[in-house]
């Protein structure tokens, strides 16, 4: 049986005219937290936040199911997991008793931000602690773990209260669940817009990895070897090869030819001292 009458008043809390609970009732808060990361406290305040804990804990203890759920709830948790989505550039997380203002994570230190009126106050006493995934398109966010309505012994006060504490962990008096308590999961969805604005620029390729904060560091390649260059020997210190006259190296071929036995191609023509031919 779904809860019919929290489905009206979450959508009716936002259109309530009255001056005197515009100041509570749920403003727009459905807005990227990249444009606005710090919410201010009262802007997700309404009267109707107050009411989701007791209807909630009614509506368990008779056994029906259904999320009793204002707008400004709603609202409140998509811009929370929005957040947590781009500070770690993960799909999936959870949400801890901090997330609502707690000053411990693992359970209520009696501290909520925006008060009895507040959506963590409303979350903090029907869903508490819980893990969530998100499709990588985008959609319904799925609630993985820590959604189970119930209570531990002793939690509700004893006597009357662990009646009521027990009845509600084994389903409710209608007992729709075989002997299981229900289930508060909060329905919000993630649009693929909203997942395109945290990981749009070619970063959708990492989604669930860490976001890089540094460009990354390119090595350089290794410079190419140096080729040694030859130098001659060039005699000892303070040698200076003597530079031969024409006539030297005329001379010098003339012998080099006859050690060889062929003609010289030096020739002497007429006007020229020395000079070469065949």
């Known amino acids: 049986m779904s809860w019919s009458l929290m489905n009206t008043l979450k959508y009716l809390a936002p259109r309530v005219g009255s001056p005197m609970l515009l100041p509570f009732t749920?403003?727009?808060?459905?807005?990227?937290?990249?444009a606005k990361p710090s919410l201010p406290?009262?802007?997700?305040?309404?009267?109707?936040?107050?009411?989701?804990p007791p209807l909630t804990l009614a509506k368990n203890f008779m056994g029906f199911e259904g999320t009793p759920e204002t707008r400004a709830q709603e609202e409140w948790m998509k811009n929370k997991i929005l957040q947590k989505v781009r500070n770690t550039g993960s799909l999936s997380g959870g949400i801890d008793y901090k997330d609502y203002g707690s000053k411990t994570a693992n359970e209520p230190s009696g501290d909520w931000t925006g008060g009895y009126l507040g959506a963590p106050f409303a979350y903090g006493t029907t869903l508490g602690k819980a893990d969530y995934s998100i499709p990588q398109t985008g959609g319904k966010v799925n609630w993985t773990g820590g959604t189970s309505y119930d209570f531990p012994t002793g939690w509700l006060g004893g006597g009357a209260g662990d009646i009521i504490g027990n009845t509600i962990n084994t389903g409710g008096l209608a007992n729709m669940t075989g002997g299981k308590p229900l289930h508060y999961k909060p329905d919000i969805t993630i649009t693929p817009q909203d997942i395109m604005n945290i990981f749009g620029g070619g970063q959708m390729m990492h989604k669930g990895e860490p976001v890089p904060t540094?460009?990354?560091?390119?090595?350089?390649?290794?410079?190419?070897?140096?080729?040694?260059?030859?130098?001659?020997p060039q005699g000892p210190a303070g040698f200076t090869r003597p530079t031969r006259s024409p006539a030297q190296?005329?001379?010098?071929?003339?012998?080099?030819?006859?050690?060889?036995?062929?003609?010289?191609?030096i020739r002497r023509t007429p006007g020229t001292k020395y000079g070469f031919g065949l």
Do not use: C, H, W
Request: hydrophobic share 35%; aromatic share 4%; glycine share 2%.
């Open 41 to 52: 406290e009262e802007s997700n305040k309404s009267v109707f936040n107050s009411l989701v």
């Open 249 to 265: 190296q005329a001379a010098a071929v003339d012998r080099k030819s006859k050690s060889m036995g062929v003609k010289s191609p």
């Open 214 to 232: 540094n460009e990354p560091t390119i090595t350089p390649p290794p410079a190419a070897p140096v080729v040694p260059t030859y130098n001659p």
């Open 26 to 34: 749920s403003r727009n808060l459905a807005v990227d937290p990249m």
